[in-house]
Every structure is written in structure tokens, then in C-alpha cells.
């Protein structure tokens, strides 16, 4: 069975930095490009990151572009997002999301999500 | 990366059918099939519903169907059921090599 499991997240003041992490299992995670998507309160899901199967190919959305770095370790099976810079914006549930297709290097479609783990910038 | 356009309710009755629209651009809806559309309830995480435009993944309902004209893609419910009430969001990939969903509809079964 896939599972995702987030972690990571919390309540952090404006400009402070926090690591998210993403634990899978249940697939062979160095096949699968990996995401953030994120759905902050009262609004929609946004497109945060992806990365692809073996890292080579990265993705930001322009909101988080030069603060945020997604990462991967595939011997960890361990997804991360690293955000710096924090902004009262960023406030949301952060979701981990894994590709449906095997060793793309752009993105396609998510079929397996984690539950999300919030994330809170406020002073 | 704009958000893709979505009516923000529409509401059916059980047993009828209803339809959200995706409205995006050149660089990501027309300019690919890969659109696709996730079903969120309330309290719970994403699920894929419908993907390339009008695939469907196993175990989603033959109810739910997805389309695509130009710039504009589209979901639709017949059918409608009480379990269908939920946020419904498309997506599609953009040229900027990143992604967009749509700023989400909410389905009510009235």
C-alpha cells in the first residue's frame, strides 16, 4: 500500500525557515517524480514544487522561486522542502504527492497523496 | 503562473448531471493533454479523479467524465450523488515547465 507521510510543519514567525519532510513507502520511490502542493485556509490547491525521479529536473512556482528548495534522498525513500524566508502567504497544509508515471522528467499527474502537515508563519 | 478559471459552486440535484469548467491559456491547457481533475472533500487530502484530459483512473466511477475544446476543459457528473459533494479541482501542466490547478469549484447535492 503507498503511503506518504508529511512532517515538519509548525508555527514559525515571518522571515524564519522550516525543513518538511516526506516519508514513502509502498512503491519504489526512485521511479516516481515527487511534489508540494499546498492549500492555504479559505483557498485553493497550489503547485509548490516538484522534482523529478533522480533530482535532475526541478520545478518552483513563481510564489516560492529563490526561497523554497525541494530535495530528495532516494536511499531514504525521503522527500523534503526546505523554506526560507517565510511569509505570512505561506501559511497552509502542505501535501506531499507522488507522479502516476514512472521516470518522467516533467509533470503529469498525482495519484497518491499524504494527509499534509500545517505549516503557520505568523509573529 | 495564473490560476486556471473555475466557476466557484454548482449545485445538482441526486441523478442529474453537472458540468464544472477549466478555462486556462495557450501554455497550459490548449497547449497540452494533461489536464487533470481531483475531488477533495471536506478534512481529507486530493484525489484524482480524471487524468490526460478524459482518462480515468481504476475505481473512479464511469459517472465522471472529462473533456477538452481549445483553452477550455471540463468535468462532468452524471449521475450526481450524495458522495459527490465536494472541491473539485482541474490542473494542467504549463510551458514554463511548472503546473497550475484551477481556483476550484465546490459541488453541492441538494
Known amino acids: 500500500e503507498v503511503q506518504l507521510a508529511e512532517s515538519g510543519g509548525g508555527l514559525v514567525q515571518p522571515g524564519r525557515s522550516l525543513r518538511l519532510s516526506c516519508a514513502a513507502s509502498g512503491f519504489t520511490f526512485d521511479d516516481y517524480a515527487m511534489y508540494w502542493v499546498r492549500r492555504s485556509p479559505g483557498k485553493g490547491l497550489e503547485w509548490v514544487s516538484g522534482?523529478?525521479?533522480?533530482?535532475?529536473?526541478?520545478g518552483y512556482a513563481d510564489s516560492v522561486k529563490g526561497r523554497f528548495t525541494i530535495s530528495r534522498d532516494n536511499a531514504k525513500n525521503s522527500l523534503y522542502l526546505q523554506m526560507n524566508s517565510l511569509r505570512i502567504e505561506d501559511t497552509a497544509l502542505y501535501y506531499c504527492a507522488k507522479e502516476t508515471l514512472k521516470y518522467t522528467s516533467t509533470w503529469y499527474h498525482f495519484d497518491y497523496w499524504g494527509q499534509g502537515t500545517l505549516v503557520t508563519v505568523s509573529s | 503562473q495564473s490560476a486556471l478559471t473555475q466557476p466557484p459552486s454548482v449545485s445538482g440535484s441526486p441523478g442529474q448531471s453537472v458540468t464544472i469548467s477549466c478555462t486556462g491559456t495557450s501554455s497550459d491547457v490548449g497547449g497540452y493533454n494533461r489536464v487533470s481533475w481531483y475531488q477533495q472533500p471536506p478534512g481529507t487530502a486530493p484525489k484524482l479523479m480524471i487524468y490526460?484530459?478524459?482518462n480515468r483512473p481504476s475505481g473512479v466511477p464511469d459517472r465522471f467524465s472529462g473533456s477538452k475544446s481549445g483553452n477550455t476543459a471540463s468535468l462532468t457528473i452524471s449521475g450526481l450523488q450524495a458522495e459527490d459533494e465536494a472541491d473539485y479541482y482541474c490542473?494542467?501542466?504549463?510551458?514554463?515547465?511548472?503546473?497550475?490547478f484551477g481556483t476550484g469549484t465546490k459541488v453541492t447535492v441538494l
Open positions: 490526460e484530459v478524459s
Open positions: 490542473s494542467s501542466y504549463t510551458s514554463s515547465n511548472s503546473y497550475v
Open positions: 522534482i523529478s525521479w533522480n533530482g535532475g529536473i526541478i
